[in-house]
């Protein structure tokens, strides 16, 4: 799918501000599975705006990501958003490193979107931002109830003063 801004006459309209949205399946970006699962199209809404000399792109791309949380395993699907936004100017002129360049064609927004959404995947899924992950005894999820285990981890460099410790209550 082509996700294209058409610039013709409004380069001379200064102030001139116009709405889009597309959708594209994420797969059509080059976002692959091992990059991400999304469930249905990638939305993106914005607004084009001449501010004089460069038009500024912004909005957001609204998403459903599925994926695995990474504490407790349990399969989950999360709408997102992924806002932006970009300054682009004529081709000719862009001497600037921080503004994007566009020509004749206009404003292809696919690698835009594609690098926001591809920057927005977390390096680590969780279902919420308290999840308290599996018991590390019995593999109980922890967000379901409490499994009883005693999960109190003690250095084992300590080990032996944890013993000497039991050693000395049990005899005084």
């Known amino acids: 799918m082509e996700m294209r801004l058409k610039i ?14 597309f959708e594209t399946a994420a797969e059509a970006l080059g976002v692959s599975e091992a990059d991400a699962r999304f469930q249905g199209p990638l939305i993106v809404e914005g607004t084009l705006e001449n501010t004089g000399g460069l038009f500024r792109v912004s909005g ?23 806002p932006f ?29 594609r690098d926001v959404v591809i920057a927005a995947i977390p390096i680590r899924n969780l279902c919420r931002p308290d999840c308290k992950g599996l018991c590390p005894k019995c593999g109980a999820d922890l967000n379901q109830d409490d499994c009883g285990c005693d999960r109190e981890v003690v250095d084992p460099r300590l080990e032996v003063l944890k013993d000497l410790m039991m050693k000395e209550k049990s005899q005084g």
């Open 8 to 21: 013709g006459d409004r380069e001379e309209a200064l102030g001139f501000r116009d709405g889009f949205r």
């Open 85 to 113: 936004t970009e300054d682009f100017h004529r081709d000719s002129a862009a001497d600037d490193m921080d503004v994007n360049a566009f020509g004749e064609e206009g404003i292809d927004l696919a690698p835009l979107v």
């Open 60 to 82: 957001e791309i609204l998403a459903t990501r599925a994926f695995v949380c990474d504490r407790c395993l349990a399969e989950v699907e999360a709408r997102e958003r992924y």
